[in-house]
């Protein structure tokens, strides 16, 4: 079957990811995504500019019937990825983005 991968994460984890071998796993395309505007602070939450971006996510994706979503821990990311795994009412698989070689092999 095929589907789609969306990944919401930061820079350094998508960096070290584009570079692993999951890039050439089964999937079509892989969308990657940082999060929305976020607050201040130590793991912040999304703005209000950034949940109305998160929400816009979705016109993106519609066309597809299903859909992958990893993301990472943070509340901002899992926040972007929110209005996805609600419209999909797919459930959004967490990593942590300092782990990306346990991600791999639980992914590949």
């Given at each position: 079957?095929?589907?789609?991968?969306?990944?919401?994460?930061?820079?350094?984890?998508l960096?070290?990811?584009?570079n692993?071998?999951?890039?050439?796993?089964?999937?079509?395309?892989i969308?990657l995504?940082?999060?929305?505007?976020?607050?201040?602070?130590?793991?912040?939450?999304?703005s209000?500019?950034?949940?109305?971006?998160?929400?816009?996510?979705?016109?993106?994706?519609?066309?597809y019937?299903?859909?992958?979503?990893?993301?990472?821990?943070?509340?901002?990311?899992?926040?972007?990825?929110?209005?996805?795994?609600?419209?999909?009412?797919?459930?959004?698989?967490?990593?942590?983005?300092?782990?990306?070689?346990a991600?791999?092999?639980?992914?590949?």
């Amino acid at each position: 079957m095929k589907y789609k991968i969306i990944l919401l994460t930061g820079v350094i984890s998508l960096v070290t990811l584009f570079n692993s071998s999951l890039v050439f796993a089964v999937p079509d395309e892989i969308y990657l995504f940082r999060h929305s505007e976020k607050l201040a602070g130590k793991n912040p939450e999304l703005s209000d500019t950034g949940k109305l971006r998160a929400s816009h996510l979705v016109t993106l994706f519609k066309k597809y019937k299903k859909i992958q979503i990893y993301s990472s821990k943070y509340k901002r990311t899992l926040q972007s990825a929110a209005p996805l795994s609600e419209y999909f009412n797919e459930k959004i698989s967490t990593y942590d983005a300092g782990e990306l070689p346990a991600f791999k092999k639980r992914t590949a």
